[in-house]
């Protein structure tokens, strides 16, 4: 399967370190092979050169021109739902949960071990009397 994610104009990225981290932004211009510009006028991140190594690519991109004003980016990002799309994928939904179980008090974990301990005695009776209807079918 060829790469797919490249370092380009329009590009989506997670910032994942830095001043603006936990957020996403759109790239607007490659400064050099380290650095780019980058603009998220829709998640608060003002435009700044960022390096390369702080964030990550995501499979979204949007189309403006090189260099583009805010006005303009905003406006892609708006029209292609940059953020429902965000908010939608598996990766930010995994982002979320992490933050939730850090957040946990010791109160919230018990109560989590509780409930997957009923989840899993529900689903072992569930289990066992489909399988005791199997055997009495001479099926397993």
Known sequence: MPFKK???IGRVVYLADGPAKGNIAAIVNVIDQNR???DGPTSG???QAYAIKQMHLTPLKVSFPFNAP???VRKELASAKIDEK???S???KRLDNKVKRATMTDFDRFKLRKAKTQRNRIVTIALNQKKKALRKAGKL
């Open 90 to 92: 598996s990766w930010a």
């Open 6 to 8: 490249f370092v380009e």
């Open 45 to 47: 991140v003002l435009r």
């Open 86 to 88: 965000w908010a939608e």
């Open 36 to 38: 780019v510009l980058i």
């Open 70 to 72: 805010t006005k303009i």
